[in-house]
Structure formats: C-alpha cells, structure tokens
C-alpha cells in the first residue's frame, strides 16, 4: 500500500517524516514498510503508480509511503539525513554528493531515456535568438542543468554564459513561467509539451535527439539502509519491475489509461497523449531496471565536461552504483 503526501516545503516534508506512521501503514504490522521520496508527482513516475494501484507493493509483503519534496537537493537531504532512506532523482544529484562523501548508492535506473522538449515564446523562430534571454531550470547547476548546456551547444553553438538562468521549479512550474511570461524559454516533459504545443510555444530542440541515452532519473539509497533493510528494497524493485512490465503490455492500455487520470487528476486526452509517446513510442522506462553502461557514461561524460573532475581520476560507475539489489530483484521476478 502506498500513502503520498504532498507537501509544498522540504520542511513540512521532513518534519511529517520523523517519527511519524499513517493510521493505514499501522494497521498491517505483518508487512515490511518503506519510506520513499521523489520531488513530483509526473508521467514519469507512471510504474511507481501501476504498482500503487494494482497493490503490487502489498502482493510483494511491503507497504510504501511516497513522500513528494519540492527541490532535487532536498530530496538528497532528506535521503543523507536517513529521515527518508529511499529517493528519486536524477543521478548527478546522487553522484555529487558521493563526491562530497556521501553515504549513497544508486539501485535503480527509472528513466534511461529523457523526454524533455525545449520550448520557447512564439516570436523566438530559433535557438539562436535566446541569447541575452532568460531560461526557466530547476537548479542553477548540475542535473537537468548540465543536459540543457548541452542541447543548448550542439543544437544552436550557444555556450552557457550566452542566456541567462532562473530556478522555477520542475516541469509543472516550468511551462507555468513559461506561460505566465516570466522566462522566455525552458524545458519540459509530458503532459506539458502538448500543452505547449496546443499554446503555440515554440519547439527548439529534443533532449533525446542530441544526448542519446542517459541516466534521467534514478532511485538511490543510503548505505546504511542499504544493509541494514536488503529485504525491503529488493522487495520494492520487484515490484516496480513488474509494474513497468505491466505498463509496457498493450493488453493493459485501458487501465492504465485510468490509473494516470486517477492520480495525476488529468483528462482521458492527456492520459491518450502520455500513453502514446511514453508507452507506445518513445518507451523511457527499462524494464528490467538495471543501470546500463551507456546511460551512466553519458552522465559521466556531462559531469566531465562541467569540470568535476579536474585533475582527478574519473571514477567507475562501481563507485556510485550498487547493481546486487536489481539483480536480486530480478531473480525473484524470474521465480514468482
């Protein structure tokens, strides 16, 4: 069973956590119980709400509460701080702070595939007019940050001190400052790239057409839970194996279809959209969910090129990833 609560601060969000049990995860003491942390609520977690909804998490003897943390850097806090022992975000969040020294290991890969759009306002005909404009991101460094520098280089030669940054927040926030004028550009996955198009933004590039695979999102553990819950976590990749497995079988559309509009609140054709492009076309999710070596290399690779590593060895992905919790999963997956 999974219980989201949403709250608006990383504050609220942790002071909810400490100590802290819903009625509903009491009421069953004979199942495991995680806690998990994610920074929304998209398309781009439609497994995790597959496995909410057809009660995979219960089937697998484990209750879990998903707790949404507005801001990727606190979604890190709230997993280094062992107040949530389980996130989602993207790697290079993860990987910096391992840098740092950080008691963290990346255990899954979400989405392999980024399915961001840049849009602009309608009189900017090209990429190339965004210099001395103002691009709405989620954080000033790192993560998306870094992809954009690069679609940004490749598709139009602009470099990152040509257009000027302002953090909006994620996708939802995002196509809002674009809407509301306060940027003049940004990036955006589904649903708000339709919306985009119908408003008539302009399209600029595709992530995916310029970066190629990469690591976009990806769950992470401390290590300290990492030991001491194995069970809990292998528990909960099961689950979300088969539950991106489930989403991927064309004999499910139709309930899928109503488990979008039932937990992001949309219409039957925006469900249609995101199906269509997540599920049927683009397919961002790996089903088995293992790390795959090219995904990590291109995010190592943007991470070299910001100069993170500067007169160091580049480490290995065995430095960041822990692929024995995945591979346990899978076995298990095999059996059941």
Known sequence: MLKTKTTMTALIALFVTLGWTTPALAADAGMLKMRFTQSGNTSS???LYVAEQKKMFEKNGL???????????????????????????NPDYVI????????????AANMEKIPYDIYARPEIKTGAEL?????????????????????????????ENDYKLLVVGTSPERYAALKG?????????????????????????????????????????????????????VRYLKAMIE???????????????????KVLKAGRESAEEDYKYLVQDFQPFPRDGTVSKVSFDKTMELRVKEGAYQGKKIPSAGDYVDPTLIDEALKLVGKS
């Open 45 to 47: 977690s439609w497994p």
């Open 63 to 89: 209750q879990v509460e998903v707790i949404i943390i507005r801001g990727a850097t606190n979604v890190v806090r709230a997993v280094l701080s062992e107040t949530i022992p389980i996130g989602r975000i």
């Open 96 to 107: 910096g702070a391992a840098d740092k020294g950080a008691k963290v290991k990346i255990i």
């Open 131 to 159: 210099k001395g404009k103002t691009l709405g991101v989620s954080t000033l460094t790192g993560g998306t940050t870094l992809m954009v520098h690069e679609v940004l280089e490749k598709a139009y030669k602009l470099k």
């Open 181 to 233: 004028g306060s940027v003049h550009a940004s990036f955006m996955g589904p649903p708000f790239t339709f919306r985009a198009a119908k408003d008539n933004f302009r399209k600029l590039a595709n992530f995916h057409e310029y970066l190629g695979p990469i690591l976009f999102t990806a769950d992470f553990a401390h290590t300290n839970y990492i030991k001491s819950n194995r069970t809990e976590i």
């Open 243 to 261: 539950a991106t497995r489930w989403l991927y079988d064309p004999k499910n559309k139709e309930e899928a279809l109503a488990i979008h509009t």
